[in-house]
């Protein structure tokens, strides 16, 4: 199972540590053998997907929006996202240089193209800017790939 995710970064830590869980707990609902985790790993719900599902013995492969994608993530960030990119099975890339919104909206679509289907930590208000989760819920539910919305229970960004 192929399995992508996509998700709002930047949450408040109470609101983090429940989507961790959430995480956790919907990566358990696979057989880890058969899991592959598809993430561009930024900062947030992209790395805590990648990570339990390497926890769980999963795989991961990873989208690489932009050649300068890794500049523009925060640079605590950065060898939490090395570390991924070695564990990564796989690297798919846009081809694109600048990380702008269209280069993370051009990843999100890769993504979702290698996804059987696709997990979304929304809280299912519009995106705040293109590219934002709405916009890869709403190219996914387009295209046909299934998607499970994971959001805490009377949580806000």
Do not use: F
Request: proline fraction near 6%; include cysteine; charged fraction near 20%.
């Amino acid at each position: 199972m192929r399995v992508g995710i996509t998700g709002h970064r930047g949450l408040p830590e109470p609101v983090e540590a429940q989507v961790r869980r959430l995480l956790l707990e919907h990566v358990e609902t696979y057989d880890a053998r058969d899991l592959i985790g598809i993430s561009c790993i930024a900062d947030g719900p992209d790395t805590w997907w990648a990570q339990a599902v390497v926890a769980a013995g999963g795989q991961i492969e990873v989208v690489v929006p932009a050649a300068e994608y890794r500049a523009g993530l925060p640079d605590w960030h950065h060898p939490v996202y090395d570390n991924l990119m070695q564990r990564a099975s796989d690297v798919h890339d846009t081809g694109l240089k600048e990380s702008t919104s269209e280069a993370h909206q051009a990843g999100s679509e890769i993504l979702v193209g290698l996804s059987d289907r696709l997990v979304a930590v929304w809280d299912g208000q519009p995106a705040r800017g293109y590219g934002g989760t709405a916009d890869v819920v709403a190219y996914a539910e387009r295209v046909g790939v299934p998607v499970t919305i994971l959001w805490p229970k009377g949580a806000s960004r």
